[in-house]
C-alpha cells in the first residue's frame, strides 16, 4: 500500500511535467475509432425509418423497369419486323433505280463516245448526287423507317434519272439537227 501511496504523491508532485504533453490529434482519432458509438433510440429510429424507406424504393423501382422492359423488348421485335419489310421494299427500290440509271448512262456514253467531255461532266454531277446518297443511306442506318430519309433517297434517284433523260435528249435533238442540216447541205449542193 505504501508503494501505492508513494506512487500517487510522485504523481502529485511531478504534475506539471507530466501535463506538458498532450498527446497527438491522430491518436485522439484512432482512439475515438475504438470506442463504440451508443446510439440514442432517435437514431436508431432514423436507421429504421431510412431503411424501409430504401426497399420501398427499390420495390418501387423494380416494379416500374419489369413492365418497361417487357413493352420495350416487344416493341423492339415489331420494329425489327418493319424494319425488315421497310429495308426490302428499300433495297427492291434501290435495285429498279439502279438499273435504270446504268441503263441510262451506257445510252449516254454510247451517243457520246465522240464527245468525252459530256460523259465527264455528266460523271461529276452524278458523283454529287452519289455523295448525297452516300449520306442519306448512312442516316438511314440510324432510323430504317424515317419517311423523310427514304423519301429524299427516292428523289436523289429520280434527280438522277432526270439529268441521264434531259441529256439523252440534248444528244437526240443535237443528232436530229446534225442530220437535218446535212440533208439540208446535200439537198442545197
Same mark, same amino acid.
Given at each position: 500500500?505504501?508503494?501505492? #501511496?508513494?506512487?500517487? &504523491? @510522485?504523481?502529485?508532485?511531478?504534475?506539471?511535467? @507530466?501535463?506538458? #504533453?498532450?498527446? &497527438? !490529434?491522430?491518436?485522439? =482519432?484512432?482512439?475515438?475509432?475504438?470506442? !463504440?458509438?451508443? #446510439?440514442?433510440?432517435?437514431? +436508431?429510429?432514423?436507421?429504421?425509418?431510412? @431503411?424501409?424507406?430504401?426497399? $420501398?424504393?427499390?420495390?418501387?423501382?423494380?416494379?416500374?423497369?419489369? !413492365? *418497361?422492359?417487357? %413493352? @420495350?423488348?416487344?416493341?423492339? *421485335?415489331?420494329?425489327?419486323?418493319? =424494319?425488315? *419489310?421497310?429495308?426490302?421494299?428499300?433495297?427492291?427500290?434501290?435495285? %429498279? %433505280?439502279?438499273?435504270?440509271?446504268?441503263?441510262?448512262?451506257?445510252?449516254?456514253?454510247?451517243?457520246?463516245?465522240?464527245?468525252?467531255? $459530256?460523259?465527264?461532266? /455528266?460523271?461529276?454531277?452524278?458523283?454529287?448526287?452519289?455523295?448525297?446518297?452516300?449520306?442519306?443511306?448512312?442516316?438511314? +442506318?440510324?432510323?430504317?423507317?424515317?419517311?423523310?430519309?427514304? =423519301?429524299? /433517297?427516292?428523289?436523289? %434517284?429520280?434527280?438522277?434519272?432526270? $439529268? /441521264?433523260?434531259?441529256?439523252?435528249?440534248?444528244?437526240?435533238?443535237?443528232?436530229?439537227?446534225?442530220?437535218?442540216?446535212?440533208?439540208?447541205?446535200?439537198?442545197?449542193?
Amino acid at each position: 500500500m505504501e508503494k501505492h #501511496q508513494s506512487l500517487e &504523491s @510522485f504523481i502529485h508532485q511531478n504534475r506539471s511535467g @507530466f501535463d506538458s #504533453q498532450t498527446p &497527438s !490529434p491522430e491518436l485522439w =482519432s484512432r482512439i475515438a475509432r475504438q470506442i !463504440p458509438v451508443e #446510439q440514442t433510440p432517435q437514431t +436508431k429510429k432514423q436507421k429504421n425509418a431510412l @431503411f424501409y424507406i430504401r426497399r $420501398i424504393a427499390a420495390i418501387g423501382l423494380i416494379a416500374l423497369i419489369i !413492365p *418497361s422492359a417487357w %413493352y @420495350f423488348i416487344r416493341t423492339d *421485335s415489331k420494329t425489327t419486323a418493319l =424494319s425488315e *419489310s421497310v429495308l426490302s421494299e428499300i433495297a427492291e427500290t434501290t435495285d %429498279y %433505280y439502279e438499273s435504270q440509271i446504268k441503263e441510262k448512262r451506257q445510252q449516254v456514253i454510247n451517243l457520246t463516245a465522240n464527245n468525252p467531255a $459530256i460523259t465527264e461532266e /455528266m460523271d461529276l454531277d452524278l458523283a454529287q448526287l452519289d455523295q448525297v446518297l452516300k449520306e442519306l443511306k448512312t442516316d438511314l +442506318k440510324d432510323d430504317v423507317s424515317n419517311p423523310e430519309v427514304i =423519301s429524299a /433517297m427516292i428523289q436523289n %434517284y429520280r434527280l438522277r434519272l432526270q $439529268i /441521264m433523260e434531259q441529256l439523252l435528249d440534248f444528244i437526240e435533238k443535237e443528232k436530229n439537227d446534225t442530220t437535218k442540216q446535212e440533208a439540208y447541205e446535200k439537198y442545197i449542193l
